[in-house]
């Protein structure tokens, strides 16, 4: 009932936002709020509880439809609902200005409502039907900017289609074989499944996921959606709605397939879990460095959303305790991340007038101080500096792939790191440091509505990044009901069986070095305070307009790693669609027009009947 | 001798349906391709009088008591044939009103170039 | 041209192959009677009317007949609606040349006059007798039509009152569907022969197959004639 | 007990009697197929739970059933015939204020006659009177397609004349060899005598007619007419061949094939006949630029899905093949309908000149985004679950052949996607050009697409209001022996 409660106020609540918009935008606005602030409770309500509900039947599928509650759909629901609800407040000022703010609403609390509705499904066919509600609600919202997006949107839903279509097919397929959909029954049934026909499910799963997951291969939808929708959405997609892709890859992998039926597929270095490790890393270290080419901020971050994903995978593919439980983490500390990123980016377009292009902006750490503060939490948390939350999962993945001997994978991971520092430094840089450009000067801090969620998420940042057992003992659930050893978890870290982290000494090591820091520049010769418009070079006058060193900031590099991301998968994909147009157009001429043809093919067709019967004896 | 007798309403009903089938294929004017498609009318009609036909039987109708009820022939094909034939002549004053039409907007009848429509 | 020649008969040989192989399996000239015993030994008792073949049009498939009707009917209308609109056009432009062009020659004319009311008296008798008789509503029908065919030629000016058609025309297929619905309520069967069956081989028998044909026979005659009024190019 | 013959005599009735209120006054007509069809749906829903419990067959004439022409009112009958009484009465109420072009009595006529064609072709259980009610139906809309007597439209009109004539004469050559076997026309009879010939010869027989319906059921080869017709008709008059005609030529193949001939042999080539129209359809559909041809072409490949659900033929399998045959009646309806308000109100049928009608027409293009979402198979719309069942149903065969089949159909659902998916975004998210003038709907035209759109999303969040009839009506086409016993006695 509880479960039906939340889904219904979800759907119902959406519905709800866009009559009352029909009437009045204040007070739509602040039932958007109290919707999503609603639906928040009621997950957070339903913590540590275990429900299990058929909700609607098929008879004549023979299908019934139920829900249900574990830690791992809590625990995504909860990322669900909370960055669902930030991204409204945070759409409260952002889309003021647009057309249609009650449709963007709606499709907003809608696909939030999906997204639930996939976590909390507890058979494949309402897991289906929630994933393509939340696909083309998702295309509606990526397309809703138009211009640029439309093309976006069109990628997006095509690819999406083409997974869930494969997805589809598995399910099906599942429930011809079994004649049930039900997570539970088919995890016991698939146990004496033929190695074959599992490794073609997961393949199938793996297409379907992977496209919302944006694999490597299967990514290249997502930085247009992410680059062209509007920026508090693209909060939601990176965070969350691929993250959904994620849970797939957790549902199907441990909580249906099984760990010990995962190790029989293949042979040798041949087996599933490898190859997938492998796509992880590539889709981590491909990605990582395409991000340093771009000058479009949300086109950066959209490409660190691919690279993070893949950290993900990489984490749940070693199929270790620790391997999965750092990968789960991992998901919950980049939607922190990535939708703060995207707010400070949503933030910036709203003050600059929907600027992205990361040489025109600069210098606006005085103007918008506590954006730059989001910032740059957000940025040390994608990096995974110590005391921010990615810290404790990326190590948990450095860990488990030197534990478990995988020497290339982990020097894939680091490279990984490398290339996330130097993008994002170029990101926060040329936001927000150097030269602030005449335009700008004007600029103010957002209003609060949209500091609350950045500040929210930045604070997240930090407590996750200190105590990073609040979530690990919902994971250690999580990997407890896969049938996976569970993660031995302190508030603070690590026990020492595994490897010793306590990131309270971290913090008081930091404590201390911040301090003695603090001391010596403080003790050292004071600097002086400039203006930031006040920018001489060499005693000449500034040219007006761009006089930055950061414009074009990694020339060099470009011309050395350029050549090599450029992004093979999507000239494969155009080609394709390209190829097909052209087939298409040649089939199409089956229709010449004239009828003596048209009568020509009747007949042919009578006679072929004729002549297979006689000839071959149908 | 017999085999001809015996065929031969056969062959002329196959032949004017296989004739109006070619006039329709090969045939590029309009009005041509719809006198075919009243030759395949026709070769039908035709079919089902022979169908009904009974040798040596005379027509359905008890005017005179003279009449057997064993020797007539089956009047069903016959009631078919009526309702084929309105039919067929419905169809037939529909095509040329259509291509009354055509002509008046194409000023030709050749189908090659009626061609306003493909694809 | 050639290749689509060589092809449609390549095409048109199979297809003639496959009728001789059905052929041979229907003989022709055989008794192959089935359903159609019942209608020759039961037909005069049980509608009344001597013509075996009118039973079966009216009685035994007198949907049928009711399709029919209703076909020649979406075809006087279909045309209608396809050539609707160039005739008032049409109208103003043939005022002019009518007077030179069309006119018939007095033979035409005088010899029209009077075959006219006795064309109209064939297709009565015709459609009347239907039961009797070979003939019936269809064929009365076209005759009635072809009289109006010869006024037409002979005073190609003048043309029949479209309304009046189409109100003969609808009310004589109402009579047709309203017999057919009067026999649902007065004996529990769509198009059922309530009247009494009379004696046979007398006009007045064979309960509702006489009214049905004169029906068939307005609405026919009226249809055809309407036809050939949109052929023409006139009417209102 | 209301007699099932009334669902064919009211409408003729009214459709003749059109002539005569237009005497009485010129507004009425159009009034008149609303009424007819209204009452026709009132008749067939009451109809509904009788027929469930048991069929009901009505012979006119009052004979008993080999000797005279019957109705079988079986499940399949009363579906098809309340979807198409339901879809005529909507898209009479759409052409209220839709058809303004004269001769609009003439349109009317028709209109409903093309209607008492469709449900007489549902109903009949007499072969020959199948061809009439198929030739009531194909004629009348002949002269529909050519309504609006411009180039196109008689082009058109003129192609699906020869087409269709050709077609009707394969049927009638189908008949006639039937009778020559077989010395009756009675559906039912013919079924239970059908062993009693040579199958070999039996076929050429089952090829006239598989063609003759085929033509109008659209299948591949056979298929050229439709896009011409369909987009230059009138858009309610394609709503109404969409939605309706093409079924009825699915339905006769179906009958054919199972019901009389019981010709299981070919069912997989139709199944795949059915696949190759789908993706033929598809690929075709894709490149259009004119809304009402790229609708057309969707269609085709829509029906292309139905075929190869019906070549399944498990229960299932043409359970799914119905439900598809509902929810692309309802979808394809609305679709037409939409697209030919919009077309009417922007004056050109290019997919760019649709460009940002969501802003203008938001009603209109809403319910055509919920249509175009239902075809592509989304949840939560009828679609999805119609599609969903006919994914089910090829993959429980368990044959590796169903199996790749399948995995096409799904392929050609990708292309489906991309070209709905393209017009739904022209329709909201681009800029549209010279749309000040545009407003939205009026009553007679939304009145149909709502209610359509609605039916949709009932349907789809809640399939059980019509899955216990389409039960029965696979029910009623696979058991061949149940369907002569009801006609005939016994069984």
Redesign the interface.
Known sequence: MQLITILVVSFLGAGIVYLTGKFSGRVRDISAVLVSLAVVILVGLAYNQKIYTNFYSLPFLNLSLSLRLNYLSWFFAIIVAGIGFLSILFSLEYIKDYQGVGFYYFMMLFVNAGMLGIVLSADFLSFYIFWEMMSWGTYLLISYKGGKAVAAGLKYIIMSVAGSLAMLFAIVSLYASYGTLKFSSLASLLQIASPGYILFLLLMFVVGFGVKNAIWTLHTWLPDAHAEAVSPFSAVLTGVLVRMGMYGFLLIMYSIVGLSLLHKLGYGLLNFNYILCWIGAITIVIPTFTALLQNDSKRLLAWHGIGQGGYMVLGIGVATSLGIAGGILHTLNYAVCGALLFFVVGAIEHRTGGVRDLNELGGLIKRMPVTFIAGLAGISGLIGVPLTNSFVSKWMIYKTLIMENYPFLAFAAFIGTWGTILSVYKFLHNIFLGQLPEKYKDVKEVPLTMQIPMILLSLAIILFGILPGIPLKVISGIEKSFGVEPLSTTMFGMPKEIGELNLINILAVLLVAGIVVYLIFSLSAKSRRVNQDDNYAAGLFVPRGKYQYSARFYDQAYRIIGPYLHDVVDDFYYWLVGKSKSSFQIVRQIYTGNINTYALYILLFLTLLIFVKLGWGL | MSLIYNWMYYIASGGLILIGMYIILVKTNLIKIIIGLNFIDTGVNILLVCIGYVKGRTAPIFSTSRINPTNVVDPVPQALVLTAIVIGVAVLALALSIAIKVYEHNKTLNVTKIRGLKW | MRTRKIISIIILLILAGGFILTFSQIPFGKDKINVAHYYISKGIEETGAVNIVTSVVLNYRGFDTLGEVTVLFIAAIGLGAVLFTEKRVQKHASKSKDDKTKKASLILRTGSNLLFPLILLFGAYIFVHGHLTPGGGFQGGAVIASGFLLMYLAFPKQSINKKSLSVVESLSGLIFVGIGLFGLIFSGYFLSNFLPKGIPNTLFSAGIIPIIYIAVGFKVGFELTSVIDDLLGRGK | MV?P??LI?LP??F??????F??ISKKIEKYIPIIALFINMVISFMLIPQILKKPIV??????SP????NLVVGPLGILLATLISGIGFLVSIYAVSYIKE??TE??H??FL?LM?GAI?IVL?G?I??LF??F??LC??S???V??Y????G??????Y???G??????I??G???L????????MA?IASRITS??P??L???L??L??GF??EAA?F??N??L??AH??APSSISAILSGIAIKTGVYGVARMVYTIFNAN??LL?IAFLGLLTLL?GE??A??QDDIKRLLAYSSIGQIGLIIFALGIATSLGV?ASLFQIVSHALAKALLFLAAGYMIYRVGSKSIASLNGLG?KMPLTSFAFTIGS?SL?G???FAG??SK??I??AA??V?KPVF?AF??IA??A???E??YF??I??NL????GKNLDKITESSGYILIPIAILAILIIVIGVH??FI??L??ASARELLERAGYIGWVLGGT
């Open positions: 007699n013959s009334l005599g003729l009735a459709a003749f009697s059109i002539p005569l237009g005497l009505v012979s006119i004439g009052g004979w080999p000797f005279c022409i004269e001769p003439k349109y006529i028709l006659l008492v007489g009949t007499d020959f009177n009439v009610f030739e009531i004629i009348s002949y002269a529909l050519a309504y007597k411009d180039k196109e008689t082009e058109a009109a003129m192609k004349l020869i087409q004539s050709v077609g009707s004469s394969f009638l050559i008949v006639a060899l009778y020559g076997f077989f010395g009756t026309l009675n009879d010939a040579n070999t010869y076929f050429i027989t090829a006239f598989i063609t085929g033509i299948i080869p056979l050229a007419w896009p011409d987009s230059s042999s070919i080539f033929i690929m075709c894709f490149r359970f802003k979402f592509i989304l949840p939560p999805f679950v969903l069942s994914v089910y993959m429980q368990k199996l399948i995995a799904l392929i659902t990708i292309i996607a991309g998916f393209k739904v975004q909201y998210f681009k800029e399939p059980q899955t216990g389409l039960k």
